[in-house]
């Protein structure tokens, strides 16, 4: 493994505050690069919405947790957030896959270094950018709406050839973001399940609220927000995992 500190590691250290944005912006722009040349990129359909419901109703009920018909519903209607977004290579561009290593100079630089190229299944591009901002709560809210507008003027969220693809909208895609979050941390509990990732149980209740932060945002009215995150509370046990 190549030399340096995990980007995790430097994000939640808030000796590094100052230096979080200009190193998140890099990193961004080195995903979007990823994203968008590493596959054939296509637009998200109906039924890609649909796989995916299916995918994390399985993931989570894989893991002894009951799925109510409403709850069901809500998260059918929270992938419905991806229609018309790109479909990219899946990064899974969390923090603990990226290494940043500091250079000597009068100006503070860094290197950083992509890990995990393994082959997996296309996502929407949303997801990347979830995985990468909300995998802890290290983030403040003024840099990530900064990093979201700057990803959507600079990648090619609207360069998609396809027939039936019709462009997104900023507001749209912020939406999407915040589905993908929703998404993205409740896929990172069911993970975070296995025996061999007992060490990830105190980070439980960070990603488990920024889910519940995300529904919040979420701008459709076609569920019941409630509902949903009542069930992030409950039904994942979320005060089993608070830590002090």
């Known amino acids: 493994r190549k030399s340096g500190e995990i980007l995790l590691s430097f994000l939640e250290d808030r000796n590094n505050r100052n230096q979080q944005l200009a190193v ?41 947790i009951t799925l109510s018909d409403g709850i069901k519903y809500s998260l059918a209607e929270v992938c419905k957030s991806f229609l018309f977004l790109p479909v990219v290579y899946n990064k899974d561009s969390h923090p603990e896959n990226w290494i940043i290593e500091r250079t000597n100079g009068f100006q503070q ?50 360069n998609v050839r396809t027939d039936d693809h019709k462009n997104v909208s900023y507001s749209k895609f912020v939406d999407s973001y915040y589905a993908g979050v929703v998404y993205r941390m409740l896929s990172l509990f069911c993970a975070w399940q296995h025996p061999r990732k007992t060490g990830y149980a105190t980070r439980i209740p960070v990603i488990l609220n920024n889910a519940v932060d995300a529904i919040e945002r979420i701008q459709n009215e076609g569920f019941d927000k409630k509902v949903l995150k009542k069930f992030v509370k409950n039904h994942c046990q979320i005060d089993q995992w608070h830590v002090i």
């Open 24 to 64: 998140l912006k890099d990193t961004t722009q080195f995903l979007q690069l990823l994203q968008f040349n590493m596959d054939t990129v296509i637009s998200c359909d109906e039924k890609n919405c649909e796989n995916l419901t299916m995918r994390l109703a399985a993931r989570l009920t894989d893991n002894g």
């Open 109 to 158: 630089k860094y290197i950083i270094t992509a890990l995990d190229f393994q082959k997996k299944a296309a996502v929407p591009c949303v997801f990347d950018i979830a995985n990468l901002m909300r995998y802890g709560d290290y983030i403040t809210e003024e840099n990530e709406l900064i990093l979201l507008k700057e990803y959507y003027q600079q990648s090619n969220v609207n």
